[in-house]
Nanobody, 118 residues
Framework: QVQLVESGGGLVQAGGSLRLSCAAS???????MGWFRQAPGKEREFVAAASWRGDTHYADSVKGRFTISRDNVKNTVYLQMNSLKPEDTAKYYC?????????????WGQGTQVTVSS
């Protein structure tokens, strides 16, 4: 069983940065780790994924601004978000899955809120 706990969300001005963390319990070394987000009234969307080998994949909307990374020793995955825009406002979820990059994802965290003010 894998449990995921996100942290690092908050309120930031446009152009600012945040780093989200996702701490995993259980063996996630062989899993693809992903970040998703869901804004009010919208469907959940893929943001980024990192394979167990370190391959990364990004949604076009965040490419060049967001960076996903994972520390397999600490069992933690990160999402560094730079040049944030108001349209990045959403609840961000960490997930663990077996197929890179789009899943399906088997385990999900509870999410952390990111709000970007203009």
């Amino acid at each position: 069983q894998v449990q995921l706990v996100e942290s690092g969300g908050g309120l930031v001005q446009a152009g600012g940065s945040l780093r989200l963390s996702c701490a995993a319990s259980g063996r996630t070394f062989s899993y693809t780790m992903g970040w998703f987000r869901q804004a009010p009234g919208k469907e959940r969307e893929f943001v980024a994924a990192a394979s167990w080998r370190g391959d990364t994949h990004y949604a076009d909307s965040v490419k060049g601004r967001f960076t996903i990374s994972r520390d397999n020793v600490k069992n933690t995955v990160y999402l560094q978000m730079n040049s944030l825009k108001p349209e990045d406002t959403a609840k961000y979820y960490c997930a663990a899955g077996r197929l890179y990059p789009f899943g399906p994802y088997d385990y999900w965290g509870q999410g952390t809120q990111v709000t970007v003010s203009s």
